[in-house]
């Protein structure tokens, strides 16, 4: 191989590990963490006695939606169990859940996504009264 070819071959290496330090997972890139959570609903129970517990209810199919002022950065759904899961760049996010089902409610909470995660219980009005 002669030395210009061998020169143009290390310069394309070297372009194309380059542009893949650029892009997504490079070091130009930033950082994300994860929000966890579960969506409850209460109250649940028409009458609540004293001595009779009636805790919050798991929202299946519940809308999460991480807010950065109004543009929505990231969203899901709860599984069976009212739990979601998010992956966002850090920063501070609101988290708000919708209730499903005929009466809406929404619960929100900021929260701060860095390298530690966050895990949150948003509680959505069930409408019971």
Same mark, same amino acid.
């Given at each position: 191989?002669?030395?210009?070819? /061998?020169?143009l071959?290390?310069?394309? %290496?070297?372009a194309?590990?380059?542009?893949g330090c650029?892009g997504?997972?490079? =070091?130009?890139?930033?950082?994300? !963490? *994860?929000? @966890? ?5 209460a109250?649940?129970c =028409?009458?609540?006695?004293? !001595?009779?517990?009636? =805790?919050p +209810? ?17 969203? @899901? +759904?709860?599984?069976? @169990?009212g %739990? ?7 920063? /501070? ?16 909470? =900021? *929260? ?11 509680v959505?009005?069930?409408?019971i +009264?």
């Amino acid at each position: 191989m002669s030395e210009v070819k /061998r020169f143009l071959v290390t310069l394309l %290496a070297a372009a194309l590990w380059l542009c893949g330090c650029a892009g997504p997972g490079g =070091p130009d890139a930033g950082h994300t !963490g *994860v929000v @966890t959570g579960v969506v409850l609903t209460a109250p649940v129970c =028409p009458v609540e006695r004293v !001595g009779q517990e009636c =805790p919050p +209810r798991p929202v299946s199919g519940a809308a999460v939606v991480a807010l950065d002022g109004e543009a929505v950065r990231g969203s @899901t +759904r709860t599984d069976g @169990t009212g %739990a979601f899961h998010l992956t966002l760049p850090d920063g /501070r996010y609101v988290i708000k859940a919708s209730n499903i089902g005929g009466y809406h409610s929404t619960a929100t909470q =900021p *929260v701060v996504i860095s390298e530690t995660p966050v895990h949150v219980t948003l509680v959505v009005d069930s409408g019971i +009264r």
